[in-house]
Nanobody, 125 residues
Framework: QVQLVESGGGLVQAGGSLRLSCLAS????????MAWFRQAPGKEREFVAA????????YYADSVKGRFTMSRDNAKNTVYLQMSSLKPEETATYYC??????????????????WGQGTQVTVSS
């Protein structure tokens, strides 16, 4: 059973940057692909980014390509999401998720069995 704890959310002005972290425990971290999703009030949860076991392969939603960067440090059991040029419409709760896989990356939330509690990101205009 993998436990995930996100941190790093907060209030930022439009155009600003923020880095989210997700610390995993309870499993062999390198056996999991990791992903970030977000959910705004009244909207469905949407895929943001995912990374394979080594960090050598990443996949991003079109809406964040070129602005967000996902990375992982397997020695620290942690994944990161560096977000820049943030927009007000990206205000949401950001969730970290894990799926037992090495290289196959999924963008569907149904593929991820483990979820963190979320961290709030608010982008002011």
């Amino acid at each position: 059973q993998v436990q995930l704890v996100e941190s790093g959310g907060g209030l930022v002005q439009a155009g600003g940057s923020l880095r989210l972290s997700c610390l995993a425990s309870g499993g062999t971290f390198s056996n999991y692909i990791m992903a970030w999703f977000r959910q705004a009030p009244g909207k469905e949860r949407e895929f943001v980014a995912a990374i394979n076991w080594s960090g050598g392969s990443t996949y991003y939603a079109d809406s964040v390509k070129g602005r967000f960067t996902m990375s992982r440090d397997n020695a620290k059991n942690t994944v990161y999401l560096q977000m820049s040029s943030l927009k007000p419409e990206e205000t949401a709760t950001y969730y970290c998720a894990a799926a037992q896989s090495r290289d196959t990356i999924w963008s569907s939330a149904r593929r991820y069995a483990y979820w963190g509690q979320g961290t709030q990101v608010t982008v002011s205009s």
